[in-house]
């Protein structure tokens, strides 16, 4: 049994909080005494309702699961409040995928290496910029990294910003995969970025971003990445609107393509820029610059937030057609759609 996947809901919901928690505890470590196999391929565990009264068991199973390192993916999702996770889950040596949910991530001093990590997805975690830096840094095989953070808790405000994408994407050099959302989109793109890294990013193939087209910082931090990652294939970015920034409808002047003339992307094949609200103009000599430049585009999708009033979308429409613009890609369709008014929970990409 290469996967097991333990939920709250195993239990039957009528059940008293003590007799839940039995339940589930009960069960968890019945089934792991019982494996017999040599490993552990997965180990996710979902308990939205009973995080805190289980702790002190939650850590027995991770010391558990940490004497041989048989587990290779573990995933906990706890509900809405934090969990700090002990320092038994820093023993799971052999992980080579960690995906959390809000939880409280500090590693003890003796911490020393997740050697074999390839994958990291944090959603709603609580960690400083400092932490953050120092535990990357020690995962030399990171290839997938989703930073995800819907509410303005995260830790960076309180550490204060000493951590940026240039000291990020320095500690993880054989990076295929980044998915950032806008809170951590605001804090790591402090001060802006050049119109190159110091070393390229040879092996990043896919880029998800957040990004506010008001926010200077934002906009060069997402080109400089472009422009060092000569293999990418899929560029997504899902925008948002800054209230702090008045929103303007012409193109913004402090985006100057024109420095950016020498940008190849030969290896591009998907481009994406969805929920847009405002800014239409500069949304749109953005998705003509990189059409220019990727000869093997096959789609350019531009996604349209309902507030977005009809007679904005037909101008963009008309001038689309009525003033051609250069495609490397002939081949290439250019895609525009309106977001169907309805609620959707933040995604997490998958390889």
């Not at 805190?52 to 290779?72: A, D, G, W």
């Amino acid at each position: 049994m290469p996967k097991l996947v333990f939920t709250d809901n195993l239990v039957i919901a009528h059940y008293p909080r003590t007799m839940k928690k039995y339940k589930l505890v009960n069960a968890i470590f019945h089934v792991l005494l019982l494996h017999n196999g040599p490993t552990i391929l997965v180990f996710d565990c979902c308990v939205n309702n009973l995080v805190f009264e289980i702790v002190s068991e939650f850590e027995q199973i991770l010391s558990y699961l940490s004497r041989e390192n048989k587990v290779k993916e573990l995933t906990f999702h706890n509900g809405y409040r934090s969990y700090k996770l002990p320092a038994s889950f820093f023993s799971l040596q052999g992980l080579k995928r960690i995906r959390l949910k809000y939880c409280t991530f500090e590693p003890p001093l003796t911490y020393n290496r997740f050697s074999c990590l390839t994958c990291l997805v944090f959603i709603n975690v609580e960690v400083s910029a400092q932490m953050l830096r120092r535990f990357l840094s020690m995962c030399p095989l990171l290839e997938h990294i989703q930073l995800i953070g819907h509410q303005k808790r995260i830790d960076f405000v309180k550490g204060g910003n000493k951590f940026t994408f240039v000291d990020l994407l320095q500690c993880v050099p054989l990076l295929k995969f980044l998915n950032i959302s806008k809170y951590y989109m605001k804090y790591l793109s402090a001060g802006g970025m050049s119109h190159k890294l110091p070393t390229s990013l040879f092996h990043l193939e896919n880029l998800y971003l957040s990004v506010c087209m008001t926010d200077k910082n934002q906009i060069s931090s997402a080109l400089c990445m472009i422009r060092s990652s000569p293999l990418l294939v899929n560029i997504v970015f899902k925008m948002y609107d800054n209230k702090k920034f008045p929103v303007r409808k012409t193109s913004l002047n402090f985006l100057d393509l024109e420095e950016y003339l020498n940008l190849n992307l030969d290896h591009l094949e998907i481009f994406e820029i969805r929920k847009i609200s405002s800014n239409i103009p500069l949304v749109m000599d953005l998705v003509k610059f990189i059409m220019a430049k990727s000869p093997m585009l096959e789609k350019a999708r531009i996604e349209l937030n309902p507030n977005v009033a009809f007679d904005e979308e037909l101008k963009m429409l008309r001038d689309m057609l009525l003033l051609p613009f250069q495609r490397a890609s002939h081949s290439a369709k250019l895609i525009v759609q309106r977001k169907k008014n309805c609620y959707k929970k933040d995604v997490v990409y998958d390889s």
